[in-house]
């Protein structure tokens, strides 16, 4: 005997689950990324723990740096730039400034600011030209331009300077500015800085 019943094929196993079911299992297909791919919703993260170990290590190669490549100390010693600066300011005014009205009182200024080879030759150079400094009436006025000490300890100092010398005397109609770069040597006598050379720069 025969049956007009006809098998049917097993339906679709999506089929036969709820509506929510379906809905769900597909949003947890779209949630879900693809070998290789990543989530647009998924925030990328750096593994901490190297991140400051390397950046701790760049800190300490950067102090090493540092400290390996310091300026030598300075040859200046703070204690004696003010008073090598000021002596240096004043002796070169008094050293190179005269009057000849008043050379007796030049070259005592020049016994007092100066010592050595440096005080002999410069009153020396006033006494043997005295007769012809009178006669032209000559007046040298020195200023300091710029000045800086360049190596100052306890007992020797160099600075550098700039002067301007305003020469006038009967020769001239017209007095003549000139300026003049010098290096300027100093030690200390009896506790007080004497200029010791000059020399042009």
Same mark, same amino acid.
């Not at 299992?25 to 998924?42: F, I, K, V, Y």
């Not at 007769?131 to 007046?139: G, K």
């Given at each position: 005997m025969t049956s007009d019943a006809r098998v049917r094929p097993p339906e679709d196993d999506a089929a036969m689950l709820p509506d %929510?079911?379906? %809905?769900?299992?597909? =949003? $947890?297909?779209?949630?879900?990324?693809?070998?290789? $791919?990543?989530?647009?919703?998924?925030?990328p993260s750096l593994p901490l723990v190297p991140v400051l170990a390397t950046l701790l290590v760049l800190l300490l190669a950067a102090a090493a740096f540092l400290w390996f490549t310091r300026p030598e100390l300075s040859a200046v010693r703070t204690g004696d730039y003010v008073e090598a600066l000021q002596a240096a300011r004043s002796g070169i005014v008094d050293l190179t400034s005269f009057d000849h009205l008043t050379l007796d009182d030049d070259i005592e200024q020049i016994r007092r600011v100066a010592t050595g080879d440096l005080r002999e030759e410069s009153v020396a150079e006033l006494d043997d030209n005295r007769?012809?400094?009178?006669? =032209? $009436? %000559?007046?040298v006025n020195t200023e300091v331009v710029g000045a800086g000490v360049t190596r100052a300890d306890g007992d020797a100092a160099t600075v550098l300077m700039v002067i301007q010398a305003t020469q006038e005397s009967t020769a001239s109609p017209q007095a003549q500015v000139v300026r003049y770069r010098i290096q300027v040597e100093l030690t200390k006598e009896n506790d007080r800085w004497v200029l010791s050379g000059i020399s042009g720069r």
């Open positions: %929510a079911a379906v %809905a769900g299992n597909a =949003a $947890e297909q779209d949630d879900a990324a693809l070998p290789g $791919e990543t989530s647009g919703r998924s925030r007769q012809q400094l009178v006669d =032209a $009436e %000559a007046i």
